[in-house]
C-alpha cells in the first residue's frame, strides 16, 4: 500500500504523520524543536518508523513549517497555510475557516471546496497573538502554560489588558499583579486580548462555518472559549490539533507519489 | 523561495539597455553638481511638474532616487541612523531619513549623498511628509522651500482647485525667478514638455509591451529603467535612452524573448520596491514567477504634459493633480484591477512598507475589492522600501509561498 510522510517543523514543535492510501495515520509524533530543528527531524522520522515498525525509505516525505527547508529528504517543501489546510480537509471536508495558532504566528485560513486555501491572513512582525505570548503571560503568572487556560475560565471579570504588544502587555500584567488582581482575572483578560486580534483577522478572511481552530493553542480552553464568544460561532477542533500540518504534508506526498504512480 | 542560481543560466536576463542607465546615471550626477556650483540646482519631489525648472535652466535631482540609491546600496540603516540620532523618529519615511541623514553626513555616503541645493520644489501630490522633510532640509542648507500644493481629487478636478493650483504653478514661476533673476519663456517651456512628453510616451510602449507573453521585463528591470523618466524627463538623452529600451523590449516581444526564462505565473506588483532586496524577483524567476506589471512604474506614465494645447500651465495643472497617489482609494484599485486585465494576471503581490504610509494606506480593502473584481488572489507582504531593519524575509517568504501555492 502507498504511504506518505508529512513533516511540520514549527517554531515551538516538530510534528510528523505516516499516512497511508486509505487515509490511516499509521504512526504520529510530536516533540520540541529545540535549538537544531535538523535534529529534531531525524529523531521524528526515527519515531515515526520505530512506532509503525516500517522502514521510511522509498516513502515520500513532504516538509512544512518554518523550519521546512531544512528537511533534506523531503521532496519539497510546502507552507503551512497550505499543508493545515490540506490536512483539516482530510479529517472534516465541511471546513471553510480555519484559524491556526501556533508558537510564533497566527493564521486565519479560507478553505476552497477542494481543501486547499482560497485566502489567508497572517498575524503582523510581532508575537501578541500567538503561544508566545501565553508563554510569556504564564511565566510572569507563575503557571504552567497547560495551566493557563484552565485558571482563565475562573474569572468571571477579566482584567483589561490594552495593549497588543507582548513586551508591553507583559508590564501591564506585572502593574495587575500589583494592583492585587486576582491571577485568574489576568489570565482570563491575557486570553481575550490575544483572541481578539485573532478574531480581527479571521474577519478580515470571512467567518464562514463551519470553523476549525488548530495549532497548539488549540488545546487551551480559554482561547477556545474566549474565541468561540468573539467569533459568535461553535469551533470544531479535531482530535489531533497540532498534527493537522504534517498531516496535510502526508497527504500532499502520497498525491505526489498517486501521480507519478 | 529557493536560492538564487549561482550558474551562469541565470533564470532572468538582463537587459542590454542597462549599459545605458550608467552613462545616464554618471551624466545627470555632473550635471546636477556643475548645477550646484553654479548656484542654480533645484532638489524636487517625484511627482513635481518639472518641467518648469528645467526650463527655467535650473539643474535637478531627487531625493526620493537618492533614497532608492542607498536602498539599493544595503546602507539604508545605517543612514538611517544618522537622522534619527538627531532626533527623528523611525515611522518617518525611511526616504526622508536617509534624505536627511545623508545631508548630515554627506561623508559617509558617497554615492547617495546629493549636491547642495539652492532651492526646494516639493509637490504634496504624492505625500504630506515631503513638505517637513524638506522644511529640514532647508534648515540644514539654507536654500529656501516652494510648496506646490495640489488638493486630492476625487473622481475630477474641482474650478476652483484647478485655479488654485494653477495661483500655485504661476507663483512657482515668479518664486524661481525672484531667487535666480530669470524668466520662464514659453517657447523653451514648450520644447522642454515635448521633450518630456516623447520619453514618457517611449516609456509607455516599453511597459505596454509587457502585455505580450512572455513579458520582455520584469520588475526589477522596470525599477531600475524608470529612473530617467523620473530623474531626466525633459531632456535630450532621456528620449534617446527610452527609444534604445523600447527598441530592445519590442524586439524581444517579437522574438518571443522573456525577461525570464521560463515564465508560468504572472503576477502584479503593488508599491514601492525593497529597493535593499530587489533579488526577491529574481529568485521568484528562478520559479517562473514574472510581474509583468506593477503600480510604482506605472505612476510616471500619467505624468506627461500635452504639448498640442493652447496653455502648457493648464496641462501641468491638470496632470500633476491627477497623480494616482493624489486621488482617491478608487482611482488605484481601478488601476489595479485594469493592469490585472490588460497584463493578463494571474495574481497579486502588495507590498505595505511601513514608512510610505501615503501609498500603503487602504491596502487591506484594496486587496478585498480588487479580488472580488477580478477573481484574482493577492497577497499583502510587509517591509519597507529602504529600511531593511523592518524586513523579515522568512516571513514574506511564507506569505508568498502560499500564494503560488494558490496558483500552481
Same mark, same amino acid.
Given at each position: ?261 | ?176 525667478? #525672484? ?6 519663456? $514659453?517657447?523653451?517651456?514648450?520644447? +522642454? *514638455? %515635448?521633450?518630456?512628453? @516623447? /520619453? ?31 530623474? #531626466? ?6 528620449? $534617446?535612452?527610452?527609444?534604445?529600451? +523600447? *527598441? %530592445?523590449?519590442?524586439? @524581444? /516581444? ?31 524567476? #528562478? ?122
Amino acid at each position: 500500500m502507498d504511504m506518505g510522510v508529512g513533516i511540520d517543523v514549527g517554531s515551538t514543535t516538530t510534528k510528523g504523520v505516516l499516512l497511508d492510501s486509505s487515509g490511516n495515520i499509521l504512526a504520529r509524533s510530536l516533540m520540541t524543536t529545540g535549538a537544531s530543528a535538523i535534529q529534531a527531524v531525524e529523531k521524528t522520522l526515527r519515531n515515526i518508523s520505530s512506532s509503525s515498525n516500517i522502514d521510511l525509505n522509498d516513502i515520500p516525505v513532504i516538509s512544512t513549517g518554518y523550519g521546512r527547508a531544512r528537511v533534506e529528504l523531503a521532496e519539497k517543501s510546502m507552507t503551512e497555510i497550505t499543508c493545515h489546510s490540506v490536512g483539516v480537509h482530510h479529517i472534516n471536508p465541511d471546513i471553510r475557516l480555519l484559524i491556526d495558532v501556533g508558537g510564533q504566528d497566527a493564521k486565519a485560513i479560507r478553505i476552497g471546496p477542494s481543501g486547499r486555501p482560497e485566502d489567508f491572513e497572517l498575524n503582523d512582525k510581532c508575537s501578541a497573538g500567538t503561544g508566545r505570548f501565553l508563554e510569556v503571560m504564564a511565566r510572569v503568572l507563575e503557571v504552567s502554560l497547560d495551566d493557563l487556560g484552565p485558571l482563565a475560565l475562573q474569572s468571571k471579570t477579566p482584567s483589561s489588558i490594552s495593549s497588543t504588544c507582548t513586551v508591553f502587555a507583559e508590564s501591564e500584567v506585572i502593574g495587575h499583579i500589583g494592583a492585587g488582581e486576582s491571577a485568574a482575572d489576568i489570565a482570563a483578560g491575557v486570553h481575550v486580548s490575544m483572541v481578539s486580534k485573532i478574531s480581527a483577522l479571521s474577519k478580515r478572511v470571512g467567518v464562514q462555518e463551519p470553523v476549525c481552530a488548530t495549532g497548539g493553542v488549540a488545546l487551551n480552553p480559554a482561547f477556545r472559549h474566549h474565541l468561540s464568544n468573539q467569533l459568535g460561532v461553535e469551533l470544531w477542533i479535531p482530535e489531533d490539533p497540532q498534527l493537522t500540518g504534517a498531516l496535510g504534508a502526508a497527504v500532499i506526498a502520497l498525491e505526489k507519489k498517486g501521480k507519478k504512480n | 523561495m529557493t536560492q538564487e542560481r549561482a550558474s551562469e543560466e541565470k533564470p532572468y536576463r538582463r537587459l542590454e539597455t542597462q549599459a545605458l542607465l550608467q552613462q545616464i546615471a554618471f551624466r545627470h550626477g555632473l550635471e546636477a553638481m556643475e548645477a550646484s556650483e553654479n548656484g542654480s540646482l533645484a532638489w524636487v519631489t517625484s511627482g513635481f511638474p518639472v518641467e518648469i525648472p528645467i526650463a527655467m535652466n535650473l539643474g535637478v535631482v531627487y531625493p526620493e532616487q537618492a533614497g532608492a540609491i542607498i536602498g539599493a546600496q544595503k546602507i539604508g540603516p545605517a543612514v538611517s541612523g544618522y537622522a534619527e540620532d538627531l532626533g527623528y523618529s523611525q515611522e518617518l519615511c525611511s526616504y526622508a531619513r536617509v534624505s536627511i541623514g545623508s545631508t548630515e553626513k554627506p561623508d559617509e555616503v558617497p554615492m547617495g549623498s546629493l549636491p547642495t541645493p539652492q532651492i526646494l520644489l516639493a509637490g504634496n501630490n504624492i505625500c504630506g511628509t515631503v513638505l517637513k522633510w524638506y522644511d529640514a532640509i532647508s534648515e540644514m542648507t539654507g536654500a529656501p522651500v516652494f510648496l506646490l500644493d495640489t488638493p486630492p481629487i476625487e473622481k475630477q478636478q474641482l474650478p476652483h482647485n484647478q485655479e488654485y493650483v494653477r495661483h500655485g504653478v504661476e507663483r512657482l514661476i515668479e518664486f524661481i525667478g #525672484s531667487n535666480f533673476n530669470r524668466t520662464l519663456e $514659453e517657447d523653451r517651456l514648450r520644447e +522642454v *514638455a %515635448e521633450l518630456s512628453s @516623447r /520619453a514618457t510616451k517611449l516609456w509607455i510602449r516599453a511597459l505596454e509591451a509587457c502585455k505580450n507573453k512572455p513579458s520582455p521585463l520584469n520588475c526589477a528591470d522596470r525599477f531600475l529603467t524608470m529612473a530617467p523618466v523620473v530623474s #531626466s524627463r525633459g531632456t535630450e538623452h532621456c528620449v $534617446e535612452f527610452y527609444e534604445s529600451l +523600447v *527598441a %530592445e523590449v519590442e524586439e @524581444r /516581444a517579437k522574438q518571443g524573448i522573456g525577461a525570464i526564462r521560463d515564465e508560468k505565473i504572472r503576477l502584479l506588483w503593488d508599491n514601492i520596491p525593497p529597493w535593499h532586496t530587489l533579488r526577491f524577483f529574481n529568485i521568484l524567476a #528562478s520559479r517562473g514567477v514574472v510581474f509583468p506589471a506593477d503600480t510604482y512604474t506605472h505612476a510616471w506614465t500619467g505624468n506627461m504634459v500635452g504639448t498640442d494645447t493652447p496653455s502648457i500651465i493648464d496641462e501641468v495643472v491638470e496632470t500633476y493633480s491627477k497623480v494616482y497617489l493624489n486621488m482617491g482609494l478608487d482611482a488605484k484599485v481601478d488601476k489595479m484591477c485594469q493592469l490585472i486585465d490588460d497584463y493578463d494576471l494571474d495574481g497579486f503581490v502588495m507590498f505595505s512598507v511601513r514608512s510610505c504610509k501615503r501609498y500603503s494606506l487602504g491596502q487591506l480593502v484594496s486587496k478585498e475589492i480588487v479580488t472580488e473584481r477580478t477573481g484574482v488572489p493577492g497577497v499583502i507582504i510587509e517591509g519597507d522600501m529602504v529600511d531593511s531593519r523592518v524586513y523579515n524575509a522568512a516571513q514574506i517568504e511564507t506569505r508568498v509561498d502560499a500564494l503560488l501555492e494558490m496558483l500552481m
